[in-house]
Structure formats: structure tokens, C-alpha cells
């Protein structure tokens, strides 16, 4: 008799484990249906296709490929812009011969290069900007006579130590833009989906730079852009991301700030058939994570879905 009423309660108190966390097995539904989605699109893709999503506040992952290096094109200008931060922090604390945010810059002729569209504009040797206002440029218009001359300053070598240190080999920056000499001889800028994740969550998590400078560069980051990662999202969410595009080469990379459920995703192509079918696989990937992640922010821990304007409990 006490063995069969040890049995009754070991199988209530399972019953009970079950009961008090049903949501896992749902959720796990939902990172499958994405993954499943993701792959319909990738079936449809002609080209290379790398992804990865990582929730930031369970640390979940969906990983596609995303250990394959990519050719970042511009995508590569947030470990620029990791690394003006990082001096700019460095300097505050008091070590010589960092880069600052506030530095001036008198723009120069020898410093143009083609697809600069700010500073092409302006007039060489009068207009003075701030390091700021060239990290702006840089991520806003993608100007590569901004990006140059930021890496100038802050050292192409200590952009690499910077994504060494922080445990991302494949993620280097071996040319300046714009360099076709160097691209030809098989420099080019590359990461892998995975370390331009890990990149984007280290920063976000304070590993590199600290408040109130982490909340400045996720406003530059967050710069209005167009790219294709917040292009299918509603106008108000806040995506700090960078793309980046060549011939044959589309790639979008960041964070998007959803309320209570904030997650980074990475997205990298090569081998396009079709740029414009390599951007809407982004957006289309892009928007399936958002669609999985705003449910998971708004829903109980059983599934139960509030939207803002329907609060009422039945």
C-alpha cells in the first residue's frame, strides 16, 4: 500500500513539473516553424545564405550555415565603429593617443573616394566634423571616405586585435574601402553569421564599452538607414544594424530593440544570382523573427497572447 501511494504521489508531483512549465515544448514549435521558414526561403535563393538569431534574454540560438565566411562589404564598419567607441572609452580613462568622439577632422581632397556620398560633397579644406559626425556618416549613407578615414585614426590593426580579443577570428578587417587592388589580391573583409552575432551581443551586454558611451553607439547604430533587416518592420521599433552589399554580396547584421524580448540577428549572402532576390531574403527572414519574437514578448508563459489595445482578461 505505501508503495502504490508513493507511486500516486511521484506521478502527481510529475504531472505538476509538466503543468508548471508547458511553454518550453510551444516555444521550441515556434523556433522550429521559423527555422522551417527560413529554409523555404532559402530553397527559393539563388546563392549562398548564412543566418544567425539569438535571443537575448534566453540566450536560444538559431544558427544556418553560420559558421561560413562571408565577404561582409560593409557590415564591417560596426567593428569600426566597436573599436572608435572602445578608444573613445580608453581616452576617458585617461590613455594617451586614443581616438575620441570629439576629435576634429578638416576634410581633404587626397581623402575622397567613390560611393562617399556626404563627403564627396563638401567643401576640402573647409569643413571641420567631429569623429562623431563621421561614425554617423558612415553608418547613415554608408560613406566610405568617413569609414577610411576613421580607420586611419583608430588603426586597421587595432580593429583587428579588437575582434581577436574578443574571441572572433574570422572577423577582419584587411582593407580599407574602396581598396580594389587589395580586394583583388584576395583581402577582402569577412565574418562569419555567428561572429557578427556574437560581435552584436557582446556589445549589447557591456563587454567592451560601458554607459552612457554603449547608449551613444547604439544611436549611431541605430541611425536611419536604408536596409533591409528593418525594412518590413513596423516604423517605431528601434534596429540598430548595418548592411552591407557588392556585387553578388548582400548582408545585414544587428540588434532590434523589441520591448521585452530584444534579439540579434545576422544575415549574410554570396553568390547572387539576383542582389535585389538576395535583399528580400533578408527582409523576408528578417520579418519571420520578428513575427516569432513579438508573439514570444507579448504572450504568457502558456502561450497567451495580449495585444496592447486588448488588455481585457476573460
Do not use: C
Not at 581623402?111 to 579644406?125: E, H
Amino acid at each position: 500500500m505505501r508503495k502504490s501511494f508513493i507511486a500516486v504521489i511521484a506521478g502527481l508531483l510529475a504531472s505538476a513539473a509538466a503543468l508548471a512549465a508547458p511553454a518550453e515544448g510551444k516555444q521550441k514549435l515556434l523556433w522550429d516553424h521559423l527555422a522551417g521558414a527560413i529554409a523555404a526561403i532559402e530553397a527559393r535563393l539563388d546563392g549562398a545564405l548564412g543566418v544567425a538569431i539569438l535571443d537575448l534574454g534566453t540566450g536560444q540560438q538559431l544558427l544556418v550555415h553560420a559558421d561560413e565566411v562571408f565577404p561582409t562589404a560593409s557590415s564591417i564598419k560596426i567593428a569600426v565603429l566597436a573599436e572608435l567607441y572602445h578608444q573613445s572609452e580608453q581616452s576617458a580613462h585617461g590613455v594617451a593617443g586614443k581616438a575620441r568622439l570629439a576629435d576634429l577632422y578638416i576634410v581633404r581632397q587626397q581623402d575622397l573616394v567613390p560611393d562617399s556620398d556626404v563627403l564627396g560633397g563638401l567643401t576640402p579644406g573647409v569643413t571641420r566634423l567631429t569623429n562623431r559626425d563621421l561614425a554617423t556618416i558612415m553608418v547613415a549613407v554608408s560613406d566610405n571616405s568617413a569609414t577610411n578615414v576613421l580607420i586611419d585614426r583608430v588603426g586597421m590593426d587595432n580593429v583587428q586585435k579588437l575582434t581577436a580579443s574578443l574571441g572572433l577570428p574570422h572577423t577582419q578587417l584587411r582593407r580599407k574601402m574602396m581598396d580594389l587592388k587589395a580586394a583583388s589580391e584576395g583581402r577582402e573583409n569577412i565574418a562569419t553569421p555567428r561572429e557578427l552575432m556574437q560581435l552584436l551581443e557582446q556589445l549589447y551586454r557591456g563587454k567592451l564599452i560601458a554607459p552612457p558611451l554603449l547608449d551613444d553607439f547604439f544611436t549611431v547604430l541605430a541611425t536611419h538607414k536604408d536596409s533591409w533587416l528593418p525594412r518590413n518592420l513596423p516604423e517605431d521599433l528601434k534596429v540598430a544594424d548595418k548592411p552591407g552589399s557588392l556585387e553578388g554580396v548582400r548582408n545585414d547584421s544587428g540588434i532590434v530593440f523589441l520591448k521585452e524580448r530584444p534579439y540579434v540577428i545576422s544575415v549574410m549572402t554570396s553568390y547572387l544570382a539576383s542582389e535585389r532576390a538576395g535583399e528580400e531574403a533578408i527582409s523576408q527572414i528578417s520579418l519571420e523573427a520578428f513575427r516569432m519574437f513579438d508573439r514570444l514578448g507579448r504572450a504568457s508563459e502558456y502561450g497567451r497572447v495580449i495585444s496592447p489595445s486588448n488588455g481585457t482578461v476573460r
